[in-house]
């Protein structure tokens, strides 16, 4: 599998905490959305590390398609 699975057609908004780093589930495979649980194994992808700058809320990627990694950036009101 080298394409992900779409989780969600919307961002996950998640409270972070600064200097704490999230490992973002760059697959869709993961029971734990937006994070990691180990499901991409064998699939060709990989977790996505993301290190918070500051307190606060911030918007994952739930379609798996952002260009701008773990971070939301609309790409999922382009989806069919």
Do not use: N
């Amino acid at each position: 599998m080298s394409e992900p699975i779409i989780a969600q057609k919307a961002p996950f908004p998640v409270v972070v905490e600064a200097g704490k780093t999230y490992y973002w589930c760059s697959c869709g495979q993961s029971k734990t959305q937006p994070f990691c649980d180990g499901a991409h194994k064998g699939s060709g992808l990989a977790p996505t590390a993301y290190k918070a700058e500051k307190d606060g809320t911030v918007y994952f990627c739930g379609c798996k398609h952002s260009a701008k990694g773990a971070l939301c950036d609309g790409s999922h009101s382009k989806l069919p």
